[in-house]
């Protein structure tokens, strides 16, 4: 009875040793998480302060950047210095994939009064790799099947 005793103390230590590891761990994730989501947060917020920096005296022009993660199927993309829209255009987000298939819409939006705007996490097919990203200004009502309107900014990875 005694050997039974001692041997469940010492699975007794064992486990609470393993059990204040995983608390540790768990706190620091929880911290990187909030830091993750107050990054995501201030780059998508529609109220944040957007300053680009550019050549002195050079005029400022339109500039996107996509964070795409294919095995989450996560997209952010964040633009600045758009032009104002006519009333009846809107901008559209694309996603040219890497195998050469028919380019995906992404997400229709309007830059603020400052030219910026954000698309964030927009419906896509699951595991898409991207080949490179564009934006179009198309009808207000979207294009949807294919771009059809004014290039406006493209990249590549």
Do not use: C
Request: without cysteine; glycine residues 8%.
């Amino acid at each position: 009875m005694l050997v039974v005793v001692i041997q469940l103390r010492r699975q007794n230590a064992g486990l609470q040793e393993s059990v204040s590891q995983l608390g540790s761990l768990i706190g620091k994730q929880t911290i990187e998480l909030e830091n993750a989501r107050r990054v995501a947060e201030a780059i998508t917020a529609p109220d944040a302060l957007r300053v680009e920096l550019v050549a002195a005296k050079a005029p400022p022009v339109p500039r996107g950047k996509a964070f795409y993660l294919r095995n989450w199927n996560s997209l952010v993309f964040v633009s600045s210095n758009l032009a104002p829209l006519p009333a009846d255009k809107i901008y559209e987000l694309w996603l040219f994939p890497k195998s050469g298939g028919v380019p995906i819409p992404a997400g229709m939006f309007k830059p603020d009064a400052n030219g910026s705007a954000s698309v964030v996490n927009p419906r896509l097919p699951a595991g898409v790799e991207a080949k490179a990203f564009a934006v179009t200004l198309e009808p207000e009502s979207g294009s949807h099947d294919a771009p059809r309107g004014t290039a406006v900014m493209a990249g590549g990875a």
